[in-house]
């Protein structure tokens, strides 16, 4: 029975002398972090600081490097899809005239087939206003010149009309060409005669 109980009391002194040893194990851990930091410290304050200028001139160098590539793919990035909206801008305003273009067509082979100069001129009429819905709908308007008093910022006076009394002075007399705007930007002036 003594065997047995001294069996047990080693055992106990095993166990105890495991758990005092696992717990100087993970003090040696601590111990061996901190030692770790501390060297690695030790080696910064311990290294030249013209070392420690280069590795970080080094490290600022790279990052802008980095920056400036980004720019540049940027940049190439935006220039490239600029390029392709001017070549293909126009697309939706060409898609919305091919049915005019069609229309045109039938009606230059259908005037063939007829002399009656009033359904040619039916047909080129129904053509032109078809045409008109279609810029309309694209934000193309005409400006308006009948009876309108001269503005500089919608029309081009092309001649000089005297002698047409006070009540016409500076008034639009005649337009040679029509004036169209695009969102009310004027994309070509309204080519006018104005009373003088």
């Known amino acids: ?18 758990s005092e040893n696992s717990g100087s194990d993970e003090m040696a851990d601590e111990t061996t972090v901190a030692d770790k930091e501390e060297k690695e410290n030790a080696e910064k304050e311990e290294r030249d600081p013209l070392d420690v200028a280069l590795d970080e001139i080094a490290s600022l160098k790279d990052k802008y490097l980095r920056q400036v590539a980004e720019f540049d793919n940027y940049r190439k990035r935006t220039l490239k899809e600029r390029a392709e909206l001017i070549l293909n801008g126009g697309e939706k305003t060409i898609t919305a005239l091919l049915p005019v273009l069609d229309d045109m067509e039938r009606a230059m082979k259908n005037g063939e087939n007829t002399d009656d100069p009033q359904v040619l001129r039916e047909g080129m009429t129904l053509i032109y206003q078809k045409l008109m819905k279609v810029l309309e709908a694209q934000g193309v308007s005409k400006i308006d010149t009948e009876d309108a008093d001269f503005d500089t910022s919608l029309h081009e006076a092309v001649a000089l009309v005297p002698g047409m009394g006070d009540d016409k002075k500076g008034k639009v007399i005649d337009c040679m060409a029509t004036g169209y705007k695009l969102n009310d930007k004027v994309i070509r002036y309204a080519k006018v005669a104005v009373g003088s």
């Open 1 to 18: 029975m003594k065997d047995k109980t001294k069996n047990n009391k080693d055992d106990e002194l095993k166990a105890d002398g495991m």
